[in-house]
């Protein structure tokens, strides 16, 4: 029977996934053979060492201790794509708030409360203020090209808006994609010097950390507006309200606001709804029970942050997964632990210094062997 803790609530088409005769699941569960999460914080949390795997459902993995997880051969898994829909709607609805003003239309109608038939005048007298600009024809520049972006590209292009996008670690099933008429540039600073907007859909590094800043902005158009609904560290919050104080940026807006930013001049402040959708929520816990399964029952990983991707036969008869860090000669010394044994299929990849070995095998394995090979952190056996 397998374990799994969930730290979050947890949507239950997801969890109406496992199969009740295998699996326990709960908030309250101990020595868990897994973990599905949300946005709980795992950085102080004590690791079990029954724990084989964390599945995030979304895509953020920042409230995970990855590297802490890979050193003592935790998977981790996210779910790239899941929700990227619902992010998608909200990008578009909060480029469209951004140009025709209307959260400060908004919030100036409610101060003709109690005016009473005098309303109607005040309306047609004040809307001027808060005139805007179409989208049709402008042009929208998007730093990461992956299932978000490409969604809020290939949308953007049906509102008759011109595309650009930016990503170096374009993939090959995202390239295939990206509309043709997206213009992907190998080079950042052409999206800041020609866009009207700019969204940004890149995963949060040291690289990316204050990507948009006083340098950066210097670069972009009088009058930009910048939509922020990846992560809020991908723009230095100083640097951004100075811009929005000279006009420099018309606004911003952004899923990650800050107590600085709210009630600032130019900022539209949403409290992180980009993925709070029930179908999103769905999506997300459905893919990651798929994935905790997979690993779990067949050893199979597919969409792990931390180790490689490993697409396995459906039927064995023993399967021996091995985590290990990548050096040279550990597979042999893998299969040489393994002598005595038919080795019937044999996979290995490579990812971030770290390996995942997997052997198909007819007869009966002392994991022992393997564990006491140098560089091997953890053996299940199937």
């Avoid at 007298?125 to 024809?137: D, H, P, R, W, Y």
């Avoid at 972009?220 to 919050?237: T, Y």
């Avoid at 995942?356 to 952190?377: H, L």
Wanted: glycine letters at 8%.
């Amino acid at each position: 029977m397998y374990k799994i803790l969930t730290l979050n609530k947890i949507s239950p088409f997801g969890l109406g996934r496992f199969n009740k005769g295998k699996y326990t699941y709960g908030d309250d569960t101990e020595n868990p053979d897994a973990i599905m999460v949300r946005s709980a914080s795992m950085h102080d949390m004590d690791l079990p060492q029954s724990l084989l795997a964390i599945a995030r459902a979304g895509a953020g993995v920042n409230n995970i201790p990855l590297e802490k997880c890979a050193q003592e051969g935790i998977v981790v898994f996210n779910t790239p794509g899941a929700n990227a829909n619902a992010v998608k709607e909200l990008v578009l609805a909060a480029m469209f708030l951004s140009s025709r003003n209307v959260p400060q239309a908004i919030e100036w109608c409610k101060t003709l409360k109690g005016e009473g038939e005098r309303v109607a005048k005040l309306v047609e007298k004040g809307k001027s203020a808060f005139t805007g600009q179409e989208v049709l024809g402008k042009t929208l520049g998007i730093v990461g090209l992956g299932a978000i972006g490409i969604l809020v590209a290939n949308t953007a292009l049906a509102l008759g808006m011109n595309v650009v996008g930016y990503d170096p670690y374009l993939s090959v099933s995202s390239a295939l994609s990206i509309d043709p008429r997206v213009e992907v540039v190998s080079n950042i600073d052409e999206i800041f010097a020609v866009s009207d907007y700019i969204s940004l859909h890149t995963p949060l590094n040291d690289s990316t950390r204050d990507l948009v800043n006083r340098v950066t902005i210097s670069q972009m158009k009088d009058g930009v507006k910048i939509l922020n609904f990846a992560r809020g560290e991908l723009v230095n919050s100083k640097d951004i309200l100075t811009a929005l104080e000279s006009d420099k940026v018309a606004s911003y807006a952004t899923d990650f606001p800050t107590d600085e930013q709210i009630d600032s001049k130019g900022v539209i402040a949403i409290p992180h709804l980009g993925a709070s959708t029930p179908e999103s929520e769905d999506n997300c816990a459905v893919m990651a029970a798929n994935q905790l399964m997979g690993y779990l029952e067949r050893g199979e990983i597919v969409n792990s942050v931390n180790f490689p991707q490993m697409q396995l036969p459906l039927s064995f008869e023993k399967r021996v997964c091995v985590i290990h860090k990548a050096k040279d000669g550990l597979q042999s010394a893998i299969t040489t632990a393994l002598d005595g044994n038919a080795i019937t299929a044999f996979s290995s990849a490579t990812k971030k210094g770290w390996a995942y070995t997997v052997a198909d095998v007819d007869g009966d394995v002392d994991p022992s062997k393997i564990e006491s090979i140098e560089g091997v952190v953890r053996v299940r056996v199937l």
